[in-house]
């Protein structure tokens, strides 16, 4: 199965997809080669099964608890409330750096959780390190 990571669109087969004319200028160094790109919109299609090997080589893992990454994204969104919100007597406040990479930590979570809805990674799967 073949995803745009654009627009969504899904493709059964690779002979589906539109040819990639200017492949060198579309993908980075060190990217996946793509499938082709999408007959909707243009966009460059991986398949799903690359888009998986991506993301885990990505972030490192294995596998995501689901409800393990929500606690951990709303505990973090809720340090940075707390420490925004200068009306409450934060105790220790995190200084303005610290908050800035946390605030990157959440995106990067969102970042996560969205590419891994968008192309299906089971949810039921468990968030875990890489041990080889
Ligand atoms: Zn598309």
Known sequence: ?????????????QSDLDYIEDMTDRIA???FVPGGQC???GAICHDQ????KNLKNHFGIKQIDWNQF???????????KENENKDLNVEIPYSESTLESLRNIVETLEELQNQAVT???PEEEVFGNQEE
Do not use: Q, R
């Open 1 to 13: 199965m073949f995803i745009c990571e654009n627009c969504g669109a899904e493709y059964e087969c």
């Open 29 to 31: 160094p060190g990217e």
């Open 39 to 41: 007959t909707e919109c």
């Open 49 to 52: 099964e690359t888009i998986l």
């Open 70 to 80: 929500n606690h951990d994204k709303s505990e973090l969104e809720w340090v940075i």
């Open 119 to 121: 192309y299906g990674y």
